[in-house]
């Protein structure tokens, strides 16, 4: 009796804990997607990650287009 009441517990305990956290994704409101870059756009790197850049505005390519970020 005594091991089911301890075992019970662990069960409830371990329940309590879990390592999984909820993320919800969110996309902003505002979003420019681009399909083509302009011919005079330049490639550039920053922290390793690929960018795009024209007329003063950074892009990063996705699956959708070309989406205008702020770093």
């Known amino acids: 009796m005594k091991n ?7 069960i409830f305990f371990l329940s309590l804990n879990s ?3 909820r993320v919800i994704l969110r996309q902003p409101a505002n979003v420019t ?13 920053i ?4 960018y795009y850049v ?5 892009y990063s390519k996705t ?3 070309y989406v205008i970020v702020n770093i």
């Open 4 to 10: 089911l009441l301890i075992l019970l517990g662990l």
């Open 19 to 21: 390592c999984a956290r």
């Open 33 to 45: 997607v681009v399909n083509k870059l302009p011919r005079n756009h330049k490639v550039v790197r």
């Open 47 to 50: 922290n390793g990650k690929r």
């Open 54 to 58: 024209w007329n003063g505005k950074r």
């Open 63 to 65: 699956k959708n287009g």
